[in-house]
Each structure stands twice: as structure tokens, then as C-alpha cells.
């Protein structure tokens, strides 16, 4: 197994009495691509900060291995905040020149690649016009190329899409999706399908500690459990059979909300068979009777909702 | 090292680009050339406003040229610092609160470096302003009211310059952690404060900053021999500005974020 290229253990960050980020461990394979998944306010923005560099830990280290020359790590790290702000009265061009000499690159050197990185992000167009009359997108896609005009081996990226209308979340998706080809990427969203879209790994934090982490496709096969949902008429009889349905030892989990209830189930042959069975003897009136597997979705819904 | 030369690149091409390299100086060039054409013309203007007393026009003497030369850098000590105050004042807190530190110091630059190449901006700024301020009330002192031995009036600007140095350093200081308004307010109340308690007191604050403007006054009116040489209010200076810049660079360090 190769020696992981980020290893977070134990990072803790409190601000006086409010815990921030509440000890938390994970590691980043070399060439993965992870999403920070979680709710407004769980952390992300604190736990990337600190990878960065920017705030110190309360507690715990953050190792970053590899072969880099000079001793600086940010040299191998692309970041881009959350909302990035630039010097509005640069061109995209000067800005991401100025973000490539402090990469360590000559002027030549440093020309050459802002080119290349703003062609590659779209904005060769733009590149000579001031930042100030850049839209968010555009400044959202300035952030990416100033983040990997020196090829970082790590790209942290803090909501790159949230900001953005669709079609301009779109254009960065599509990014995303080759950069990640390229380099080790790590983005914090808040929403699942982003996370989907572009990434194998997911790290799931909810109030400064992580609640679930994987990869995607372990994540999906290990929640995808059988699962019935039921909604009635609005009458206290067929919700106090809902109730007592919820009770029954085949039930592993019972989730009721007056009229409609989500059950998961050990068996759902069974289930279903009992249920329908029950419902038809006490004369139940049903709307809605559906049997299926439970998604992912509804796992980062319960994390996010409970 | 050289990140900072990077970043005070950046801050010089800023300068450019929002016309701060001109009117600085152009507002120091006028007021440095105002004080002698002022004073040559002062018998017309008290004439023109002809409801004048005649016992003033008649009583009016010309100044000597080192009077005029230091109540020209006088200027500086109250319209000049207010300019440079306001100037500074965002320099740290602007780039704190919206965020534009944050990008530059995730690259392989350090809050100290940021904050040298944020004072070395300043630095430029306050030495081209300066420099062409005096030059202009030294030519129109020459031009209208008389000659003035050229190394003194150097050495007058340098101790008026170090002076002004401190306080942009203090503002540097209060911007690292305070927003614009509040670091203008601090530094303008602890510059006056100094001076204040140097007009009042004289002999106890001749060893601040505070004292450089009156010694600067002093060279140009009784000769660098008659003055002499006395470093402390220089040495001070000097501490004080290392202190600004190295409180300025750990302050910076702990509120880079944008909150
Ligand atoms: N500078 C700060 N001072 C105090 N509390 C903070 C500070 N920064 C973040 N927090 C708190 O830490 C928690 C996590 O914030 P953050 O990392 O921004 O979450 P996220 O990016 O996931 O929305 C929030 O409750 C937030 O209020
Ligand atoms: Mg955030």
C-alpha cells in the first residue's frame, strides 16, 4: 500500500469554549479525489484552513508526505477559498502570474504557465481584463487557475460550485473532473450529488467530527438497506396502526411523521407480506405502499437533518 | 526573501494603478511650495484685503529662508501625516477583512514578509512624496526669499521623514488588527499625543520621535553645528518602528482570516 499523501490524525480546533472541528482522523491517497460533505457550519471550511496552513490546531497534526524542494509545503498546495478575493485592479493574467513567482517560478516561467492555466480554465478571453468586472464565475475559475498554475501535488478547494449559478457550476464540475486526472483534490460541498459527480472518496462531517467516511461505492452498497414506505389517510386509527407496525420485531428502524412513515427492514419479503396482510384485515386506508432500498442520500439526510 | 520582493512588487504596481504615486506627491509638492510663495506674497495679500490695519502691513518682516523652509515641513506634521494616515490605514485591515490575505499567504509567503513588503510600500510612497515636497519648497524658498546650505536642509527632511515614518508604522500597527477607521483614529491620537506631550514637556520627551520635528526646526534655523549631534530621538524612532512592524507581523499572523 502506498504511504498516503495527506495523514490527518486527531485535528482538533476550538474557538475559547465552541469546539470548531472536534478531533478528527482520515487519510488522502496519492492521485484521490475526496469530498468534505457536510452541513453549513460542520467544519469544512476549519479543516481545510488548517491543511492549508492558515490556522493553527488546537490539537492533533496534519502530515503531508512526499518529496518537495525548499521545505515550504505550500508549495505543493493549491488553495482556494471559500468566497476568493482578489486585487480588483489586476488583470486575471497579472493575478495569476503574481500567485505562479510566488509558486517559485521566474517571470518567463510564471508567464507561460498563467497562460496556459487560464486558457485551460476558459478565461483566455479575459485574461487581460481587470478582475474587478470579472463575474462570480469568472472569479470562482480565476481562484481554480491561481490554484494550479505551479501543478500543486494537493489541491484544497473550499466550495468551489456553491456560489454558483447552474451553468456555471457546471463549466466548474467539468473541470474538476479533469483536473482530478491530474493531481490529488480535496473539496468541501454541502451538497451530495457535487460529491457524486466527480469524486470516488467521501468524508461526511456533521458539527466538527466526521460522521461517516468511505469510498462511494462501499458507502452506497453498505446503505443500501431494504426499506418501506407507507403514507395513509390522515385518520388516528391508521396512524396508531403505523405506530404499532413501527413496533413489530422485523422493523430495525421505524421513522413516523403523522401520516407517513419510513421503515427500514431485516427482511422485506416478510415485511411487505405482514404489512399488506395487517393493513387489509384492519381495513387501513392505504395511499401509498412502496418497497425499495434505501440510497445514499437518505444516509447524508439523516446525518445532515438529525 | 524574495516572495517579499514579490509581494512589494505588487504593492508598487498598486500604487501606480490607483494614482497613489501621483497625488501623494503632488499633495506634498504643493504644500511644500506653498509655505515660501505664501510668505514672499503676504505684504499683496494683506494689501489686496484692503480693510487691513496699516500698522500690520508696515510691521510685516520676511522670514528667513530656514524659517520658511521648516514652516514648510511643518505642513507635513498635520496635512501631510493625515494623508499618509488615511492611506495606510487599509493597508493590513483591507486585505484582512475581505479576504485577499488569505489567497496570498496560502502560498509560500509568511505574515512577516507580507507585512516588510506592506511597509516597504509605505516607505516608497512617504520617500518620493517627501523628497519632491522639500525640493519644491527648497526651490521656491531659493527662487523668492534666499539660500539655504543644501546638506542641512537634507538632514531636516530626513529627521521630518523618520518622524512621519513612525507614525505610517504605528497605523501599519493598528491596521494588522483593527479595521481602517479605528488604526486612522489610533495612530493620528498616538502621534499627536506624543507630540503634545513633547511641546509640554520638553525636556522630558527629547529622546522620542516626538522630538524630531522640533530638532528638524532647529537645524534650519541655527545651522547643523550650532545643533549639533543628537541620535536618541533617532535611535527611539528606529525601536519604535522595528516594534511597529515585528507587533504588526504577529498580529497579522493570528488575523489574517476574513471573519
Ligand atoms: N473565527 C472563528 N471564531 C469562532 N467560531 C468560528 C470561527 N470560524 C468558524 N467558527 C465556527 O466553527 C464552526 C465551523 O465553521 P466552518 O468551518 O466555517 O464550517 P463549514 O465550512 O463547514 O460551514 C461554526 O460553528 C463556526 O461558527
Ligand atoms: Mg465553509
Known sequence: MMQPLLQVSNLRKSYGRHLSVGGISFEIAQGSCVALLGPNGAGKTTTLRMIAGLLPPSAGSIGFTGSYQGGDFRRELGYLPQSPAFYGWMSGQEYVVFAAKLAGMNRKEAEGKAKAALERVGLKAAARRRIAGYSGGMKQRLGLAQALVHRPRLLLLDEPVSALDPIGRREVMELLREIREETTIVFSTHVLHDAEEVCDEIIVMKDGLIAEQGALSVLRSKYSQPVITVRTEKNAEAIQWLNSVGAKPFILEARLNGEHAVFNVDNLKQARHTILKEAAASNIPLLQFEAGSSTLEDMFMKVVGG | ?259
Open chain 2, 1 to 259: 526573501m524574495r516572495n517579499t520582493w514579490i509581494v512589494y512588487q505588487k504593492e508598487m504596481l498598486e500604487t501606480a494603478r490607483t494614482y497613489k504615486l501621483i497625488w501623494i506627491p503632488v499633495v506634498f509638492i504643493l504644500l511644500g511650495a506653498m509655505q515660501p510663495i505664501i510668505t514672499y506674497y503676504m505684504p499683496e495679500i494683506l494689501q489686496a484685503a484692503n480693510n487691513v490695519p496699516q500698522g500690520i502691513l508696515e510691521g510685516y518682516v520676511m522670514p528667513g529662508a530656514g524659517t520658511v523652509m521648516s514652516q514648510a515641513l511643518g505642513q507635513y506634521s498635520t496635512i501631510g501625516i493625515l494623508v499618509l494616515v488615511l492611506v495606510a490605514m487599509n493597508s493590513l485591515s483591507g486585505e484582512r477583512y475581505n479576504g485577499s490575505a488569505e489567497l496570498v499567504l496560502s502560498k509560500p509567503v509568511s505574515p512577516a514578509g507580507f507585512v516588510i513588503a506592506k511597509w516597504a510600500g509605505l516607505f516608497t510612497i512617504l520617500f518620493l512624496a517627501l523628497g519632491l515636497g522639500v525640493a519644491s519648497a527648497l526651490y521656491y524658498t531659493e527662487q523668492l526669499i534666499g539660500s539655504l546650505p543644501w546638506m542641512d536642509v537634507v538632514a531636516a527632511a530626513a529627521l521630518y521623514g523618520i518622524w512621519l515614518l513612525c507614525a505610517l508604522s504605528l497605523t501599519l500597527l493598528f491596521s494588522a488588527f483593527l479595521r481602517a477607521p479605528a488604526a486612522a483614529f489610533l495612530s493620528l491620537l498616538s502621534s499627536a499625543g506624543m507630540a503634545l506631550a513633547d511641546s509640554l514637556m520638553p525636556s522630558w520627551f527629547q529622546w522620542t520621535p516626538a522630538a524630531l520635528p522640533g530638532l528638524s526646526a532647529r537645524l534650519l534655523s541655527e545651522g547643523r553645528e550650532a545643533v549639533g549631534v543628537n541620535l536618541s530621538p533617532c535611535l527611539s524612532a528606529a525601536l519604535l518602528i522595528l516594534f511597529c512592524v515585528a507587533g504588526a507581523s504577529t498580529l497579522m499572523g493570528r488575523n489574517k482570516l476574513p471573519k
